[in-house]
């Protein structure tokens, strides 16, 4: 069992920086991928960022490719998401998700585990 926990949403103007932390419990957060996702009010949930098990393979939504990094530190069962040059599109709430099978994916399905999510707001 993996619990997750995000952290570091909140308001920013466009063109600034956020950095979203994932804190997991669990022995095993070094063996899971993990993933970013986002939902905006009235929109389906998508993809935003993976990371696999080993921290070598990233892979990005063409959204936030080039803006946004995702990164994990698994001495701190951590994983971040490094947001730069935020626009008001990129207002959403913000989850991370965990994958058993390490590989990571684009498909919220193939994650076991959530966190609660944590707002992002871009004004203007």
């Known amino acids: 069992q993996v619990q997750l926990v995000e952290s570091g949403g909140g308001l920013v103007q466009a063109g600034g920086s956020l950095r979203l932390s994932c804190a997991a419990s669990g022995r095993t957060f070094s063996a899971y991928a993990m993933g970013w996702f986002r939902q905006a009010p009235g929109k389906e949930r998508e993809f935003v960022a993976t990371i696999r098990w080993s921290g070598g393979s990233t892979y990005y939504a063409d959204s936030v490719k080039g803006r946004f990094t995702i990164s994990r530190d698994n001495a701190k069962n951590t994983v971040y998401l490094q947001m730069n040059s935020l626009k008001p599109e990129d207002t959403a709430v913000y989850y991370c998700?965990?994958?058993?099978?390490?590989?990571?994916?684009?498909?919220?399905?193939?994650?076991?585990?959530w966190g609660q999510g944590t707002q992002v707001t871009v004004s203007s």
């Open positions: 998700a965990a994958d058993e099978d390490g590989v990571g994916s684009r498909r919220g399905n193939e994650y076991e585990y």
